[in-house]
C-alpha cells in the first residue's frame, strides 16, 4: 500500500497540513465518495420508491444497486441489509425490537466492559424492562475478552450475547468464530458491533454466523448518517419495526396496517439516498485497497508507535499488543484534553475522553486517555510527527511541573 500517494485521494490532506489520527471516531472521505454523492444532487437529487419520472427511475435504480453492493460486502443478501442512520441506531434497533420481544425474567444477556455505549445502553434498558439481568464477560489482565472467560458466564439462562467485535478503545478483537457456536449451543442469539471492525476487516455475516451486526458508513470512508443493520433473514421476519410512518407499509386501514417484507419495513420516511450511493462507492473504495493489506498497514504504524513510545518515560501504553492500529495511552500526570490540545498546535488531530466507552475507561483505573488511530492515508512520516510530538508534550508538561 502507497499511502503516499493514497493522501491524494482526500481532499482535506490536501487544503491544510494535517496529521489524521482519529479514523476510529470517523475516517477522511476520499474524492470519488464526494463526486459520487454530488452526482446524486446534481443529475438526480430525488425521491425513490415515489416518483414516475426518469429522474427519479435513476435514483431508485441507484439506491437498489447500493444496497446490493453493501450487502455483497458483508456476503449478507438484499433483504438482510437495512439501511439505518448509524451504527447506535441499528443496535437499538435490535435490542428495542429483538430484545424486548423475546427476553423474559431472569434471562441472562452478556455484554462487557469494552463494549462502546451504543452496544451497552440499549441492553440496559432491556434488562431493566424485562427483569433480565446484564452478565459481564470477565476481561483478562490485558483488558481482552476470552474465550475461557466468555465459557465462564455462558449458561442456560443466556439468551443474547453482545459484544463488538473490535474494541474502539484497546483496539482487540474479540474471538467471535469460537464464542459464536458456544452461545448457539445454548439457544442464544448474537449481536455483533462491527463499527471498528468493517474499516478493516472482511466481514462474512454467514461464516461468522452472527445473528445480528451491524456497522457505519463514516468509519470506513463513507459518508455520516448511514449505518448498516445485518440480520438473519428469520430474525428480522420475525421482528417488528420500532418506527413507523411512510414508505414502510403495504396497506394501511383506519385501525391497523400491514408492513412491507424486509428490510423496507425497518426504513420509515425518505431514506439516506445520497448516503446509500455514498456508501456504496467507499465499499468500492476500501474493496479495492483491500481491507487485509489496510490492516497490516495500520498495525506496522502502530508497532512503530508503540515502539517509540515505551521508550519515553512518563507514557503508559495501555494496549501494546492490540491487532489493530489503535494505541490507548496517556502521558502521566497530564490531562488528556491539555495534551489533545498541545498536539493539535502540531496539526496532529488525536481523541482524548472516555471514548464513548466509559466502563472500559473505569476498568482501567483512570479518568480519560488519548487515543490515536491509523489507517490507510497514515505514513511513517507521521508516526514520527507524532511520537515526536508526544515527546515534546511530555517534556513540555514536565517542565512546567504539570
Ligand atoms: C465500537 C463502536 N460502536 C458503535 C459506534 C457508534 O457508531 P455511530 O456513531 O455511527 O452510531 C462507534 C462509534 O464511535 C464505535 O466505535
Known sequence: MDAHKLKLDFPILQNQPLIYLDTAASSLTPQCVIDTMNEYYTEYPVNVHRGVYQISYKATEKYTQARQTI????????????????????????????GLSHVQKDDEI????????????????????????LIYVPLNKEGRITVENFKRVLTDRTKVVALTYISNVMGYETPLQEIIPLAHQKGAIVSVDAAQAAPHKTIDVKKLNCDFLAFSGHKMFGPTGIGVLYGKQKLLDS???????????????????????TPYKFET??????????????????????????????QKLKE???????????????NPTSETGIINFNLDDVHPHDAVS??????????????????IIKWLKVPATLR??????????????FTDAVKKARDFFTSVGF
Not at 72 to 94: K, M, P
Not at 239 to 261: C, H, Q, R, S, T
Request: with cysteine; net charge negative; hydrophobic share 45%.
Open 342 to 359: 498541545f498536539f493539535d498546535e502540531d496539526h496532529i488531530a488525536m481523541r482524548a475522553g472516555h471514548h464513548c466507552a466509559q466502563l
Open 71 to 98: 450487502a455483497d460486502f458483508i456476503n449478507a443478501t438484499f433483504e438482510e441489509t437495512v439501511f439505518t442512520r448509524g451504527a447506535s441506531s441499528a443496535l437499538n434497533l435490535i435490542a428495542t425490537s429483538y
Open 304 to 318: 512503530l508507535a508503540v515502539k517509540a513510545l515505551l521508550k519515553l518515560d512518563g507514557v503508559t501504553v495501555y
Open 110 to 133: 452478556i455484554v462487557s466492559e469494552l463494549e462502546h455505549h451504543s452496544h451497552i445502553l440499549p441492553w440496559q434498558q432491556v434488562a431493566k424492562k424485562t427483569g433480565a439481568k
Open 372 to 385: 490515536a488511530s491509523f489507517y490507510a492515508y497514515n505514513t511513517e512520516e507521521d508516526v514520527k510527527t
Open 239 to 261: 421482528i417488528e419495526p420500532i418506527e413507523y410512518g411512510g414508505d414502510m407499509n403495504d396497506n394501511v386501514e383506519l385501525f391497523d396496517a400491514v408492513w412491507k417484507d
Open 269 to 298: 420516511g425518505t431514506p439516506p439516498i445520497a448516503e446509500a450511493i455514498g456508501l456504496a462507492e467507499a465499499v468500492r473504495y476500501l474493496q479495492k485497497l483491500k481491507p487485509e493489506a489496510i490492516l497490516a498497514h495500520e
